[in-house]
């Protein structure tokens, strides 16, 4: 009885002190800083009492000029940053009139990636070979958070199955991973491998980044603030890249081969020759097509026969005589009668 009573008084002192730790990413130290969403925050220990005041200048104000904005704090054990009344007015608040520094407000930002650690590379939008381990990686400045202490996380990971199925843990080389309260420790955060793919549904799967850390996911679900982006990775055994052979029957025609024949008619020539024209010859050309071994027929082959004409031979032009000159009628008859009177004459 003595053991079970010594038993039982260590376990309510761990589970005590589990329960402070927790709390821990709940307390805030002056200066800290603290997220828009987040609820439930202690900031006593900053100074500020029940019913204080606290300011924020603008950028570019002076501190000794009145704050640009003035609120008073009810329950400073359970201090809520409301989206409403502290967007846009992010940066340093400081108590009033005392000027001292209580928190600094910062919006929340998130996103994931996949990574392929079999494979090395940055799977996001990709796919993911079946059985390759995978990894998430979470970009947020939440990490900040990791000053307050405590072993709390900060996001959960959101991975859906293609038949819509939530997962709240993965199995790796390690064994079983838990989904939520991941805690982030740095502004990059990678859970390592915690992820083998190999034996899960063939599809598409959606992975999505939601801050959990003191409710911040339900008090700004803005997309990119208080949840990521969701992501989408395609697992499956082969590369969607890849297409399967299709088998395409290519079947040529014969084609129809008619012989081409080209006759030439010469013209009638009227032209004056001495010399007969020796007349042109028709000539007949068969051209045989050979069968063609493409798809495509290529259309037949025109043999055209010139004919050239011979040029006929001119005949030269006779020179024309010259007519004799006349001689007087008178003239002719006395010579020739001074002929005939000598031939007399002569003994």
Not at 196 to 214: D, I, K, R, Y
Request: net charge negative; aromatic share 8%.
């Amino acid at each position: 009885m003595k053991y079970s009573l010594a038993g039982l008084f260590s376990l309510l002192m761990i589970l005590f002190c589990a329960s402070q730790a927790s709390g821990d990413l709940r307390t805030i130290s002056p200066g800290g800083t603290v997220f828009l969403g987040e609820e439930g925050l202690d900031i006593s220990a900053t100074g500020v009492m029940n019913g204080g005041q606290i300011g924020w200048w603008a950028p570019g104000s002076s501190r000794s000029s009145d704050p640009t904005e003035l609120m008073t704090v009810s329950s400073p054990d359970s201090f809520y940053v409301s989206p409403s009344a502290f967007s846009g007015k992010e940066g340093l608040w400081y108590s009033w009139p005392e000027g001292s520094p209580v928190f600094q407000v910062k919006r929340p930002q998130v996103s994931v990636r996949v990574y392929d650690e079999t494979a090395d590379f940055d799977a996001t939008g990709k796919w993911i070979p079946r059985g390759d381990a995978v990894s998430f990686r979470i970009s947020s400045n939440v990490y900040e958070a990791n000053s307050r202490g405590g072993p709390d996380g900060q996001v959960d990971i959101v991975l859906t199955s293609p038949e819509g199925a939530k997962y709240s843990s993965v199995s790796g080389p390690s064994g079983s991973f838990s989904l939520s309260g991941i805690p982030l420790t740095s502004s990059l955060t990678s859970t390592g491998p915690v992820w083998n793919t190999g034996g899960v549904t063939v599809g598409t799967w959606t992975v999505q980044a939601e801050l959990s850390m003191n409710r911040i996911k339900d008090n700004m679900p803005d997309t990119g603030a208080g949840i990521s982006s969701p992501v989408e990775v395609l697992i499956q055994n082969i590369n969607p890249l890849i297409k399967a052979p299709v088998a395409i029957e290519i079947r040529t025609p014969e084609p129809d081969i008619t012989p081409m024949v080209t006759q030439t008619t010469l013209p009638a020539y009227s032209a004056p020759v001495t010399k007969p024209i020796t007349p042109v010859q028709t000539v007949e050309t068969q051209v045989q097509i050979p069968a063609p071994t493409f798809t495509h027929v290529p259309p037949p082959t025109y043999t055209t026969v010139q004919t050239i004409e011979p040029t006929p031979e001119k005949t030269p032009e006779s020179t024309p005589v010259p007519e004799p000159t006349k001689a007087p009628l008178g003239i002719l008859s006395i010579i020739g009668a001074g002929f005939v009177l000598m031939v007399l004459i002569r003994p």
